[in-house]
């Protein structure tokens, strides 16, 4: 994108040349207000795209605002996830005497107009996962907006915050294999975000180091309704043999008191023997729609997830997982953002955060075994 001369972040009087219209008219596209044609207003957008204009309140002296404005922009608020994210971000601005303003781009027609709406209302921004794509962060940086990261690769220029994601993978994964699981299948798909992305590679890595072959990943999204979809279609690759005196005998083993429909129990035919999945949310609707359709967790099939949402203490079996600071995430964004905004630090700084291996009884935990195993950042 263009910007301003001699490098200089544009201005409104940049746009408006750009644009062919009065500075009057460049004003009323840009803050709303007023009557204007909607070939003004396209032409008014695509200078400032052009430009990278952002109507920029952290240029004004701090001196002369009585609060700071931070904004945060998430991809969604569908899912437990950005529910603690929000309460720990929030915590901290409210206790500093911040305000915050949350955007969210996933559904929205023109993120990158929000964004420059947005923009002109804070003093920094904060980015979650892939809420907005690189050139849109890069853009936010040269028009000097302090702008910290989160979930993602450091940029450049960016302060970043993130949670440890493949050491706790290897982990887990290398847990299930050395308790004889063979068949194992990866859920989610690693191209939807970087921690998706660092939980497949730590899953292949313990899968490499024991010379084994890795499997494709199973690409589906991090929600109930795709994990219960996707629990469905393995339920369909299975088949039902008869019961005698009330037992059945599947090809991986004895099955335990999984359920199924009268006159027999599911045998686990086709199946893998452990789903790594790369949330809870994926995992919780993938170990309910299993137990219903008859399959046995964890004697068939081990089911793990990751987050440590409150429902994985609470269902039958307890869902492994791994746990991660979701509310410390969202405190250390803030805090690092504020820094920026006030100029006590100056210099980009990655946190890295320390996760969890949380041992419940879907992975079939030994009694006495030990609960967690920390994995630091």
Known sequence: MASGSAGRPATIYDVAALAKLSIATVSRVLQGTGPVSAKARARVDQAAQELNYVPLRAARSLAVQRHEAHGLVLPDL???????LLMGYERWAGEHGQSVI????????????????????VDGIVVHGNALDLPAIQGLRRANVPVVLVARPPVTGCDSVRTESATSAEQLTSRLLEHGRKNLLFAGDPASSYDVSER??????????????VPE?????????????????LLEATSRTETQDGACTAEAGTAGAGGGAAGGERRWSAGPDALVCANDELALAVLKTLGDGGIDVPEQVVVTGWDDVMAARYVSPGLTTVRQPMAELGRLAAQRLHERITGERTRGRNDVLGTELVLRSSCGTAPGERPAIRSTG
């Open 78 to 84: 569908a899912g437990p996830f950005y529910g603690d």
């Open 102 to 121: 949350l955007t969210v781009t996933h559904g929205n027609p023109d993120p990158l107009r929000s964004l420059r709406d947005l923009a002109g209302r």
């Open 200 to 213: 497949y590679a730590g899953f292949t890595a313990a899968l490499r180091a024991r010379g084994l072959a």
């Open 217 to 233: 990943p199973e690409r589906v999204p991090l929600t109930e309704e795709a994990g219960a979809a996707f629990a469905k279609k």
